[in-house]
Structures are given as C-alpha cells and as structure tokens.
C-alpha cells in the first residue's frame, strides 16, 4: 500500500482489456485541480493518451514503481460532474457498453475538437470596473480582494488573454480561486476549436460590373464574341439567380471554358470559389405521420411533462422503460407540444454497440 494522492482513470483507448480504471498518481502541483470528471492526459504504454478521472483515492493496492503520473489536466472546470460520472458507471453496467464510450457522450462535442483555450477578463469584472467611474447613487462596489485574486487579474488584464494550461501552471496552487473567479463570472474561458469539417466549394460565375453595364457591353460583342454575347446575356436573364455554378453555365449553353473565362479577362464576370451549403434532405420526400394513441402509462408520463412546460418549468425527465415501451413516442409528442408553445428542443439518441 502507498501513502499518497491517485486518480482512477479511464483511459480513452476502447478495447474490452482497458474497460476498467487504472491508478494513476496525481502530482502535488495538479491536486487543486484535479477533480472527478476531470480529462486527464495520462502515459498508457508508449504512449500519452485522454483520460477521464472517475474517482480520487488516498491510496492504491499497487506499489510506486507501477504507477505513473497524470501528465497534463485538460480543463480549468471539470466537463463531468461527479453525478453524470455516477450516472455514466450506471449506464455503462446497465447497457453492456463501454464506459469511455458513455463518458464522451456526455463531453460537449465543443471539447473534442482540437481546442486552445483561453482565460480573459470576464463580463462581471468589467461591470465593477465600470462602476468605480459611476456618479449616481446605484452603484455596485465589489468586496475587496486578496492579493492572490489581484495579481491573477493584473496577469490577465495586462495580457488581455491567457492560455488556460499556461495560467495553472503561474499559479499551481491558486486552483480554487481561478475557479471560483470562472464561476462568479470574474474571469471567463473561451476556446478557439479547429474546424475538423471540410467546405464544399464550386466555381461559380457572377457579375463584376453593374447589371446596367453588362447590359449595356451587349451591343460590344459581334462576330467571333457571339458566343460571349450569350453567355453575357445567359447571365443577365438569370440574375436573380446569381452567383451559378460555373458547370451550369457550361451544360445550358452548350460551351467550353474558355469562351467564360475569355468574358472574365475582358472584366464583364468574375469566376470565384462560393461555399456550398450541403442539403441532407435534398431529394427525399416525408410522409407526415400522426401521433400515436398513448397507453395509459404512457399518457401519466407525457401528462407530467407537458404540465412541467405548460407551467414554464425546468425539470429533469428520465424514461426507464424496455425496448419497444414507447419512450420515445412521449419524447416526439412532447417535443411537438414544446414547438406548439414557440420554443425549441432536440432529442439526442444514445445507442451502445
């Protein structure tokens, strides 16, 4: 037995052999910052690996020759709390599935992404700072502050943002203040993510004169620019229409590249690189349905969280039914109560392999 600080970890590596905690040690500099549902980068063989902490032990049955340290802490805030962790062991044993598995689930897909993230002065400070300037008689004066809460705020101020990781390490033994300042506002995090989706682009054909000009470069274009004159006037009887993918352009008249980009160099049009918004359900045709008559279990479950809505209540509604019960028809029929009332919702399904 070994006398000293370790994180159970579950390490993001999703083979049956590693659906179980590993003891990890939590080194001293990173205690005030390490909770449970905290993402941990962690050694897992040759190689540093994501982590979710599930619990912190003051000891481990291993001895201090097998165990490594927690490499790095990932968040400032832990992204789980230590209920949804409780929750997510729950379905993990429940469902047959892999813990890892219900834990990124529950991580906002904003924090999977590649992110830098960055601490900066927050909205509630720069209201205090405001009202140091006020006259009036309603004005907000803050507590006076600790002289470790001065120095984190003239660090970010004086550099108007910075690195997260970077900000934990100046201050190792300033977690709980830092967090606290996070969660009165003080201090706020924003995260620059890496945009993994790719855009869909085409080449497309516009106007780079007026619409009067081009009308009137018409009358310009006689015997060989025929075939420009038409393209010119193709595009002045679709210009509601504009910008149009430049192999439109080319299939309607019939006509090779080189007669559109001929019009570009002369000025008339501009040929350019336009985002494509992609369509899902383009081409697909849904027959409407009407909800199904509810059973009479069904209908005390949906009767409480339509009243919950009606009433402008927040609540927490789990279903816990068997396959085939009818959760999800008292979801789709709330849901639909929900968008009668002006609001939105989303229903997000959670399936184990």
């Known amino acids: 037995m ?32 390490i909770e449970v549902g905290s993402r941990v980068g962690v050694p897992f063989g040759h190689r540093t690996v994501q982590g979710f902490v599930i619990s912190l032990e003051p000891k481990s049955e291993l001895s201090n020759v097998k165990m490594k340290p927690i490499q790095e802490v990932l968040d400032v805030i832990a992204p789980l709390s230590a209920e949804l962790v409780k929750l997510a062991e729950w379905m993990s044993h429940k469902y047959a599935c892999r813990l890892i598995t219900v834990l990124q689930v529950m991580v906002p897909t904003a924090l999977k992404g590649k992110a830098e993230r960055f601490i900066s002065i927050g909205s509630d ?23 470790e ?70 009358e310009s274009f006689k015997g060989k620019a025929q075939r420009q004159r038409e393209v010119l006037q193709f595009l002045i009887e679709m210009k509601d229409l504009l910008p149009l993918p430049l192999k439109d352009v080319l299939s309607s008249l019939q006509l ?21 918004f992609r369509d ?25 969280i339509v009243n919950k809505l009606n009433a402008r209540q927040h609540g927490s509604f ?14 789709l029929q709330s849901i639909q109560r929900c968008i009668e009332q002006g609001r939105q919702a989303s229903c997000l399904y959670l399936r184990s392999r």
Do not use: C
Request: charged share 30%; aromatic share 6%; glycine share 6%.
């Open 149 to 218: 809460e001065e120095s984190i705020l003239s660090l970010v101020k004086q550099k108007g943002e910075v690195q997260s990781q970077q900000l934990s390490r100046l201050f190792p033994n300033s977690a709980p203040m830092i967090k606290s300042m996070l969660r009165r506002g003080t201090l706020q995090e924003n995260q620059t993510i890496k945009d993994k989706l790719q855009k869909k682009k085409l080449k497309s054909v516009d106007f780079a004169v007026s619409l009067e000009d081009a009308q009137t470069a018409l």
């Open 318 to 331: 789990l279903l816990h039914g068997v396959t085939g019960s009818g959760k999800t028809e008292i979801y």
């Open 2 to 33: 070994t006398d000293m600080h370790i994180a159970k970890v579950i390490v993001d590596v999703p083979v049956r052999d590693t659906d179980r905690p590993f003891d990890y040690i939590v080194p001293e500099s990173m205690r005030a910052w």
């Open 256 to 276: 090779s590249a080189a007669t559109v980009k001929g019009l570009e160099d002369k000025g008339f049009i501009k040929i350019e690189d336009v985002e494509v």
């Open 280 to 304: 899902p359900y383009r081409g697909r045709h849904f027959k409407p349905t009407l909800p199904l008559q509810l059973t009479e279990e069904q209908q005390v479950a949906y009767d409480y």
């Open 125 to 147: 400070e720069v209201h205090e700072d405001e009202a140091h300037g006020y006259s009036g008689s309603l004005i907000h004066v803050p507590s006076e502050r600790s002289e």
